[in-house]
């Protein structure tokens, strides 16, 4: 692979992985705990919640990516105090982790949403009536019979964390080896002569892992469903 | 024992229920919508009610006068939903274990073996709930109940999802819950039979409110309750297999009085209990000759309680126990029965179905 692809490609491609992987794992426990808050609980603010979750499926990405700049950049309320902490997401890779988490985190709630929804709470109460205090009805019951959707959610958000770029360009720019992602590269090749090649290179890998991220999502979920729907 | 009182409005429903349940099995009884359900949730804490106080021996579950409502996960109650309930995605086994899981470490614990053994589970316990048939599903939710180590058990119409055939596979099983566990089981039901074969306790229920309590035998052979309407009504006699015959009946002996039944399945010597449907029942003035029924038992009225239709219902003494007939109010005029009155009651022994003859508890 790394005789196919060029040192820069070969960078893109292993910053792209790294990016997702840590944008999807470590958003998916919020992503689990706010689709059950917005599956199962009614309270004050419910709709200001999902709409602040599905925002950035609604909003050009240009401004999402901005908006995280002014939020998470070294100037900005939250960047400030985590770079105090030592914590910098400006122009940093993990910047464009952040980028990505915050771009798949819609169609993570959702897919995670609906496979709780799809939980029969009458099977909640019958683990209550055994015993099970709410923590253990969640992570008894509830959540393994969920796994098939948490396990396609987090296969989507990865594959869309792999493709994001107007977030991720706006927010961290495009510096190689730190943010410079397989789609901020391809755009990159793109604007010099010559860079075509290199481009289609990484296109095809593009759609490779695009593919196989359905392929083993949909493998997945139907292995976990049919052990959970106790066949 | 089991205490029960309180208070709920539920749609046009307007609940006031008060009633204990003791050792064995206490059914509610009544129609669809008199509240049954609404009660057995109340108890298990899935539903808030509206005033009440629901306690077990010295330990209150819930009441509202001291605002204290347990949580379900802390009121350590074995409930046997209607569609079973199981978890899709463990195995029997794990079904079976799940309560145990959570049961308090010093708690009277069940043994394993035994639940599996006395609910003939055996050879499920490595297969998924989806691969069970209806009938064992519902043997494993009893076994889920039972291995939780509750305080009482609670049954929410477990057989009503079920076939005649499957009823008849589950009520043994039951019957056996009720004569080998030392805690109440409040059991909710609308089928005559059930309540016949498996009450110790019956409390009846009509739109809401409590229209009788009592031991089985007692309340089922009041002539005045009959919460699932006259046609419904009928009497419980205990009785023991005497001896099988030939010809394919049974003989059986009930307080000194002999019933003749179809083969009934069980060994001789056994005690039993024997549902007779009033409307099977004829009343006789004088012995009747050369009658084809079995049955015929001297006794004396003791009540008669006309209906606002054509029926009316007659209370028998018998040497047996109390035998329910449901007549027309005209032979009650034309054999001018009034209590006191001497009878026989005639029954063919055909008419008694399997599904009316019962372990005795």
């Known amino acids: 692979m790394q005789d196919w692809l060029g040192p820069e490609e070969w960078k893109a491609v292993a910053l792209s992985l790294r990016v997702s992987l840590w944008a999807t794992v470590l958003s998916l426990p919020l992503g689990i705990s706010t689709a059950y808050a917005l599956a199962r609980w009614s309270f004050p603010g419910k709709q200001l919640l999902n709409g602040l979750v599905h925002l950035p499926l609604v909003l050009p990405p240009v401004v999402t990516g901005y908006l995280l700049l002014l939020t998470f950049g070294t100037q900005g309320p939250v960047g400030g105090l985590l770079a105090e902490a030592g914590v910098v997401f400006a122009f940093r890779w993990t910047g464009a982790a952040l980028a990505a988490a915050v771009m798949a985190f819609p169609l993570m709630v959702r897919a995670i949403r609906l496979s709780i929804e799809a939980v029969d709470p009458r099977l909640e109460e019958a683990s209550a009536t055994l015993g099970a205090r709410p923590l253990w009805v969640f992570l008894t019951v509830t959540l393994p019979m969920a796994l098939p959707g948490i396990v396609a959610g987090a296969i989507l958000a990865f594959a869309k964390a792999m493709g994001e770029f107007g977030a991720t360009i706006t927010f961290v720019s495009n510096i190689p080896g730190e943010t410079r992602t397989i789609p901020s590269a391809i755009y990159a090749f793109l604007q010099v002569p010559g860079g075509e090649g290199s481009a289609m290179k990484l296109v095809l890998i593009s759609v490779a892992v695009a593919m196989g991220a359905l392929l083993i999502s949909e493998a997945v979920a139907s292995r976990v469903a049919a052990r959970v729907g106790g066949r | ?361």
Not at chain 2, 211 to 229: C, K, M, W, Y
């Open chain 2, 1 to 361: 024992m089991l205490e029960v009182r309180l208070t709920h409005t539920l749609g046009a429903l307007r609940l006031d229920v008060a009633f204990e349940a003791p050792k064995g099995v206490t059914v509610l009884f009544g129609r669809s919508g008199s509240g049954k359900t609404t009660i057995v949730n109340a108890v298990a804490g899935l539903l808030r009610p509206g005033t009440g106080r629901i306690a077990i021996g010295e330990r209150v579950l819930c009441d509202t006068a001291q605002r204290l409502h347990l949580p379900p996960h802390r009121r350590r109650l074995g409930y046997i939903f209607q569609e079973g309930r199981l978890f899709p995605h463990l195995s029997v086994r794990q079904n079976l274990r799940y309560g145990q899981w959570f049961a308090p470490r010093d708690a009277r614990a069940e043994d394993m073996a035994r639940v599996v053994e006395m609910l003939g589970i055996g050879d499920l316990l490595s297969r998924r709930p989806g691969a069970l048939s209806g009938g064992e599903k519902q043997r494993v939710a009893i076994g889920r109940a039972l291995l939780s180590a509750p305080r009482a058990i609670l049954a929410d119409e477990p057989l009503a999802s079920l076939d005649e055939a499957r009823k008849a596979e589950i009520l043994p099983y039951l019957e056996r819950l009720r004569d080998e566990v030392d805690i109440p089981i409040l059991y909710v039901s609308h089928s005559a039979s059930e309540v016949a074969r498996l009450a110790t306790t019956v409390v009846a229920l009509d739109a809401g409110r409590v229209v009788a309590q009592g031991r089985a035998e007692e309340v089922l052979g009041d002539p005045a309750i009959t919460p699932l309407g006259a046609r419904e009504a009928g009497a419980v006699l205990a009785a023991r297999v005497v001896r099988h015959h030939d010809d394919g009946l049974s003989e059986l002996d009930a307080c000194g009085a002999a019933l003749w039944l179809p083969r009934v399945d069980r060994a001789e010597g056994v005690e039993l209990r024997v549902r007779i449907a009033a409307h099977d029942v004829i009343v006789a003035r004088g012995r009747p000759e050369r009658l084809s029924a079995l049955n015929v038992l001297p006794g004396i009225v003791q009540a008669v309680r006309e209906g606002a239709g054509p029926g009316a219902i007659v209370a028998v003494d018998t040497k047996a126990g109390r035998v329910l007939a449901r007549i027309t109010r005209r032979a009650a005029a034309a054999l001018a029965l009034a209590p006191g009155a001497e009878v026989h009651v005639v029954v063919k022994a055909v008419s008694v179905a399997q599904a009316d003859v019962g372990a005795a508890g």
